[in-house]
């Protein structure tokens, strides 16, 4: 997949493309539905698959304070894009020059000027354009005056038969704040991940006998409700280790920030004494919760509850890892 930040690195031999806008915030099984509509259609059109996304998110521009928690930070989201079959990804930086742009001028700067639209792909409660005045028969209406096709989305089924919700990001996002990892994994198609770098924490989890791998506080990524979980981190080098997740404060030491901090279980011997990860880039993803977050009395017996939520991880992973023992780090993405 080829990525563009920006129309100014868009090759003008670009075209024809067939075309989809989103801000695509987790890529959920939602998301992938209408990409994978969009691949079907670049194929049947002898297109080149783009989508259009925005950073940062319109609502920190218009309504900061009501701009969700993001599931995905940019370079997840392009990384998980990638796998997806699309020929390009365009990124817009979202200003309020662009904010100001019409539904046409929008279209006609972007989708027929820029990318050479041939087809475009949305469903039909897409808005675009200044005030979100473009909707899906106004992109109609452009198809008609620019001379681009546009393909409705089949709307992808949903997950929940009782209440017939479609996949969503406020679904996923709702799941994290409950602590339910699973639910977010069965939205998402894949474990929810935080992304950041290792940094030195207090070295409690050492002096117990369960070093810990501590994210930085700026890692990218909604970080799920405070709780202990299942889950695997994945290292710089792209290995996949079982891990004991912990989100929040150390109510035990009297902590107050909330930090995530991943236990590795059940590694190597070999690599025991040189396992530093102290400045690299790790991805931590959840399976499962195990338990809240409470305080013990003592430290014996925060010990003994460490050695069960480790037993509890390892017979939840070794589950998981049957499961996806093809697993693969995201493709490699081109400029």
Same mark, same amino acid.
């Given at each position: 997949?080829?990525?563009?930040?920006?129309?100014?690195?868009?090759?003008?031999? #670009?075209?024809?493309?067939?075309?989809?806008?989103?801000?695509? !915030?987790?890529?959920?099984?939602?998301?992938?539905?209408?990409?994978?509509?969009?691949?079907?259609? @670049?194929?049947?059109?002898?297109?080149?698959?783009?989508?259009?996304?925005?950073?940062?998110?319109?609502?920190?521009?218009?309504?900061?304070?009501?701009?969700?928690?993001?599931?995905?930070?940019?370079?997840?989201?392009?990384?998980?894009?990638?796998?997806?079959?699309?020929?390009?990804?365009?990124?817009?930086?979202?200003?309020?020059?662009?904010?100001?742009?019409?539904?046409?001028?929008?279209?006609?700067?972007? &989708?027929?000027?820029?990318?050479?639209?041939?087809?475009? =792909?949305?469903?039909? /409660?897409?808005?675009?354009?200044?005030?979100?005045?473009?909707?899906?028969?106004?992109?109609?209406?452009?198809?008609?005056?620019?001379?681009?096709?546009?393909?409705?989305?089949?709307?992808?089924?949903?997950? /929940?038969?009782?209440?017939?919700?479609?996949?969503?990001?406020?679904?996923?996002?709702?799941?994290?704040?409950?602590?339910?990892?699973?639910?977010?994994?069965?939205?998402?198609?894949?474990?929810?991940?935080?992304?950041?770098?290792? $940094?030195?924490?207090?070295?409690?989890?050492?002096?117990?006998?369960?070093?810990?791998?501590?994210?930085?506080? /700026?890692?990218?990524?909604?970080?799920?409700?405070?709780? #202990?979980?299942?889950?695997?981190?994945?290292?710089?080098?792209?290995?996949?280790?079982?891990?004991?997740?912990?989100?929040?404060?150390?109510?035990?030491?009297?902590?107050?920030?909330?930090?995530?901090?991943?236990?590795? #279980? /059940?590694?190597?011997?070999?690599?025991?004494?040189? &396992? !530093?990860?102290?400045?690299?880039?790790?991805? $931590?993803?959840?399976?499962?919760?195990?338990?809240?977050?409470?305080?013990?009395?003592?430290?014996?017996?925060?010990?003994?509850?460490?050695? !069960?939520?480790?037993?509890?991880?390892?017979?939840?992973?070794?589950?998981?890892?049957?499961?996806?023992?093809?697993?693969?780090?995201?493709? @490699? =993405?081109?400029?």
């Amino acid at each position: 997949m080829h990525y563009w930040n920006g129309l100014t690195e868009v090759p003008r031999d #670009i075209g024809p493309t067939a075309v989809t806008i989103g801000n695509f !915030d987790g890529v959920h099984r939602g998301h992938q539905e209408v990409l994978r509509q969009l691949v079907s259609a @670049a194929a049947t059109y002898e297109a080149v698959s783009v989508a259009v996304s925005f950073d940062p998110h319109p609502l920190q521009l218009h309504r900061p304070e009501q701009r969700p928690p993001m599931l995905t930070g940019v370079q997840e989201k392009i990384n998980r894009l990638a796998t997806v079959g699309l020929g390009g990804l365009l990124m817009l930086n979202y200003t309020w020059e662009l904010a100001g742009l019409s539904a046409e001028e929008f279209v006609e700067k972007y &989708f027929v000027h820029g990318l050479q639209a041939k087809v475009v =792909v949305v469903g039909h /409660d897409v808005r675009f354009g200044r005030d979100n005045a473009g909707s899906f028969d106004t992109m109609v209406e452009l198809g008609k005056k620019f001379g681009f096709t546009v393909v409705p989305v089949e709307e992808f089924s949903s997950l /929940d038969e009782e209440t017939s919700r479609r996949c969503s990001s406020t679904w996923v996002r709702e799941a994290l704040e409950a602590g339910d990892v699973a639910a977010a994994r069965e939205v998402l198609g894949r474990p929810h991940a935080v992304l950041g770098e290792v $940094v030195h924490g207090a070295a409690r989890g050492r002096e117990l006998g369960f070093p810990t791998a501590n994210l930085a506080r /700026d890692a990218e990524g909604m970080v799920p409700a405070d709780g #202990i979980y299942a889950g695997w981190m994945v290292d710089g080098e792209g290995h996949r280790w079982p891990a004991a997740i912990s989100v929040g404060p150390n109510p035990t030491f009297q902590g107050v920030e909330r930090v995530v901090e991943a236990h590795v #279980i /059940d590694r190597p011997k070999e690599s025991v004494e040189d &396992f !530093d990860l102290y400045g690299q880039n790790v991805r $931590v993803e959840f399976v499962e919760r195990l338990r809240g977050m409470v305080a013990f009395e003592g430290i014996p017996q925060l010990i003994r509850q460490i050695e !069960d939520d480790v037993i509890g991880a390892r017979r939840i992973l070794l589950a998981d890892g049957r499961e996806n023992r093809d697993y693969q780090p995201a493709a @490699a =993405v081109e400029r």
